[in-house]
């Protein structure tokens, strides 16, 4: 066997399709209160990156109010005080696909509310 037959054995292996990633779950919808701390989290099907949008925006955490933090194949959005400007539709996103859940946001209650 020659140098010239290895190479032509080896160029007509073909590799099976990679399978792609698959979220197992879907995100949930969000009810909060100003001031509440938000945990968004989403579950794939093997360790890909993921990426969270907001509003179809991408999400630019600040690691201390808006935390990202991914773990093998699960990734978690961490919202802490929540206020009326993060209210909208977040997406988990990776290879194509996407989970979706809107967060709501009410005001604080009053504090007559509150002692009742």
Known sequence: ??????AHQFSCFKF?????????????????????DVTLRCELSKP???EWKRDGQPLQPDGRRVVV??????????ISRVCAGDRGT??????GTRVVA????????SSTWKEQ
């Open 16 to 36: 099976p399709p990679a399978t792609p990633a698959f979220f197992k779950k879907e995100l949930e919808n969000q009810d909060a209160i100003e001031g509440d």
């Open 69 to 78: 933090e991914q773990d093998w194949t699960v990734s978690r959005l961490y």
């Open 90 to 95: 977040y997406s988990c996103e990776a290879e």
């Open 1 to 6: 066997m020659t140098s010239r037959d290895v």
């Open 48 to 50: 890909v990156k993921a």
């Open 102 to 109: 809107s967060l709501h946001v009410e005001g604080e209650l």
